[in-house]
């Protein structure tokens, strides 16, 4: 019998292959087509604006194929985790 965890290890294991495949099969891009935006990205949620230090901003959060939300830092994150990284060596 295979536990939830297995059946999504597995399932996560089939899913990278397919993400992967489909990468290879982009590696010579020169123009970004939606038929390649369709094979990476599974879906993008919009959220509402928000004033942050007097601009207007949107969180977008892009859901890639067999890969999921990946979260990207922003500028001021970076640099903290410099900052972060220079204190500890």
Known sequence: MITNKKKSEKTTKVDLRVFLETIR????????TPEIVNRLIR??????????????????????????????????????????IRRSA
Do not use: W
């Open 25 to 32: 099969k982009c590696t010579d891009i020169k123009e970004l």
């Open 43 to 84: 879906r993008i949620e919009v959220h509402k604006s928000a004033k942050v230090d007097g601009r207007k901003r949107v969180q977008l959060d892009v859901y890639f194929t067999a890969v999921g939300l990946i979260n990207i830092p922003d500028e001021k994150q970076i640099l903290e985790m410099i900052e972060e």
